[in-house]
Structures are given as C-alpha cells and as structure tokens.
C-alpha cells in the first residue's frame, strides 16, 4: 500500500508544529487542505492518526506513521547525497533524547558540527534516555546505559564528571562540624526530578548512606548551579560548569575526593547508521573533547 507524500507531511507537520493552524503555516497550504489530506489518510489506513487538541497528539497508529515518515526522509536524504543530486530537498529533521547535563555542557557543539539535519531534542534523565530508543520514538540517544537496545549499536563516549558543590555559607553553616552522614541527612540538597539519582548514588559511593534529607526539586541544569551558588542547598553538577565557580570561591567543593564520574553511551539505530554517520562522528569527537 502506497501513502501520499502530501498527506504524510501533513501529518508530520501537525505533530511536529502542534496544530492544524501552525502546520498548514510551515506547508504554505490552507488549514483546510490540511484537513482535508489528514482526513483522507485516515480513512486509506482506517485508523485515527491524531488526537485533536492543544497540542495535537499522535495516537499509536499516528506515532508508528511519524517515526516512518522520520526514517524514510533521513534515508532519501542520505541518498541523494550519495547519489550526487545537486537538487536539495531540504534539511531531514531526527528525534534525539538527551539529558539535561550534556546537552547544557559537551553536546551542541556535536549538532553544531552536523549539516543537513534539523534536531528535535528530547530531554529525559541519562538512566532513562535509552527507553525513548526501546519505544522507537527517538533514532539516537545519549545515555547511561552501556548494553546496546536492541537493532541499535552503541559507542563509550566517555565519563561525565560531578562535584558536590554548595555555596560557601551554606557549608559553613551545615557542614561546620565535616561533611559527615549525620549532616547530610539533614542539610537541603537538590535533585533534578524525581529520575535523578546522583546525589543518591554520590552519597552511597561516598559516604555509604542513602539518607532522605530535605529536597529542593529543581529541573534545570543551569538553575542547578544558581541554587547552589546562592546557598539554597548541595547539589552535584558537572565539574566543567562549576570548575571556575570553585576555583574564584563563588562555590565550595564539600567533598574534593569524591568525584562522581557517571559513564555515557552513544546509541543509534542501526537501520539508520549510514544516514547518521556524519552525527554520530560529531557526538564521539565532541565527547572526546569534554568528557573523562
């Protein structure tokens, strides 16, 4: 069974804009042709592709009809490439997940590097990340996870470091006596969300303890360190952030032996590993530059 290219990026478009009004904008058509082109794809499959409402949503059948549509236009852009064509039809967008720390430290000037590729990011924790690859609504992703998910291969990019870092005055004031179990199970700390698990990970590598201690929820890289600057609690952060902020005194190292050194793997679908080659040699040569 053969799909229309007009109805198929209508439906692209939808999903990826949100709505009827914005895809029909970005096609340069009428909201009612773009209706009209969702309506009779639906009808061909016999199956609702899009949830109305504020944004649109894919159903299941929708969701399976954007990923193809995703794959098919990556692997016609590769080919045109290889082919030669001089004719371009255009940048192919691809769904990446990635966490929040990376992509605020080592990974953009990874997409920076790349040409001919629009990126839809997805930010989820690097111990979930690789879920987003098991479902099939990312192509690549960067994660924590070293076994590859399956019909994906996967590359060591390297080690992430963080740094249990507070604001001076808050260490003098909680930490006066050392940074010890007894402290940190009451001293304020901040988590991410409720997928972050560093801090639990830093306090059981360290100190052996997996206390509950008073929590900011705080889900934002760069929040995370103006927390911690300005004495709101403890939090781990990437060493590359908070480097200059220790070494001027604006944040204190609590505990400068410990490190915490988080591991991070490149995944990508293998159907699609020529398409993404040109990516995934940005994502390992810009990996190599920051990470351990």
């Known amino acids: 069974m053969s799909i229309d290219g007009e109805q198929m990026r209508a439906l692209v478009a939808i999903l990826r804009t949100g709505s009827f009004e914005r895809a029909a904008s970005a096609l340069g058509v009428t909201q009612s042709a773009i209706s009209q082109r969702i309506r009779q794809l639906e009808e061909r499959l016999g199956a609702a592709l899009i949830v109305r409402g504020q944004p649109c949503r894919a159903t299941v059948a929708g969701e399976r009809l954007f990923r193809h549509a995703e794959e098919v236009a990556l692997l016609e852009r590769h080919l045109r490439v290889d082919l030669g064509f001089r004719e371009d039809s255009g940048p192919a967008t691809i769904r990446l997940a990635i966490n929040a720390d990376s992509l605020a430290t080592w990974f953009l000037p990874a997409l920076a590097a790349t040409e001919g590729l629009l990126f839809d990011i997805v930010v989820d924790d690097q111990d979930h990340s690789a879920e987003w690859l098991r479902r099939g609504e990312v192509r690549a992703a960067v994660s924590a996870t070293a076994e590859p998910v399956q019909g994906c291969d996967c590359r060591s990019l390297g080690a992430l470091r963080y740094r249990a870092t ?17 402290a940190l199970a009451l001293a304020p700390c901040l988590i991410f969300n409720a997928k972050d698990g560093l801090q639990r990970s830093w306090l059981s590598q360290a100190f052996g303890i997996s206390p509950s201690p008073p929590t900011h929820w705080l889900p934002s890289t760069h929040a995370f360190v103006d927390a911690a600057r300005l004495g709101l609690g403890w939090g781990m952060n990437p060493d590359v952030l908070v480097a200059p902020l220790i ?16 591991p991070l793997y490149w995944h990508w679908s293998r159907s699609l590993a020529e398409p993404l080659a040109h990516l995934t040699e940005c994502v390992i040569h810009a990996a190599g530059r920051s990470l351990l």
Request: net charge negative; aromatic share 10%; no cysteine.
């Open 247 to 262: 070494a001027s005194g604006v944040l204190v190292d609590i505990a400068p032996d410990q490190p915490l050194d988080v």
């Open 166 to 182: 507070a604001s001076p005055a808050f260490a003098g004031r909680w930490f006066e006596g050392g940074v010890t179990p007894q």
